[in-house]
């Protein structure tokens, strides 16, 4: 019940334009499972769309009214913040990161841990949609190469 990659290009496109017109501070977050690969090899496909809901639902839950959130592909799902500092941006997404790595997921009478790895930034006057979604897309790989589960912010 998220948005698409669609969605997610019109909507950045717009906090863009409202971020450079009005100068608010908007951040965008790419966050990506860790180890998603091994779920669906391991359990299946079916379980794999599962955790995908879980982790959809426990996004919509833990996120600020009025961010913006959608599913961006595979296992990616990226977030828009508007007027949101970082302190309080990276306050939030530490919560998300902790209350997924917390989700008490079980298939075939396995116990299995989900995480997330986050990569966030906050959009510059100078940015199109593309410099900041890839400022955010490598911190997000930076914290996937320096140990996964954490969130990792690009000025």
Known sequence: KLGNRAAFDDAMAKAIANSNKTGDQTAIVVMDLDNFKNINDTFGHTAGDKTLQVIAKTLQAS?????????????????????????????????????????????????????????????????????????????????????????IYDE
């Open 63 to 151: 996120i600020s009214k009025g961010v913006f959130a959608a599913r961006y592909g595979g296992e990616e799902f990226v977030l828009i913040y508007k007027n949101v500092d970082k302190n309080k941006l990276l306050s939030e997404l530490d919560v998300v990161r902790t209350k997924i790595a917390r989700l008490p997921f079980k298939f075939r009478n396995k116990k299995v841990s989900i995480t997330v790895s986050v990569g966030a930034t906050h959009v510059k006057p100078e940015d199109n949609v593309f410099i900041s979604f890839e400022r955010a897309d490598k911190a997000m790989y930076q914290a996937k190469t320096t140990g996964k589960n954490k969130v």
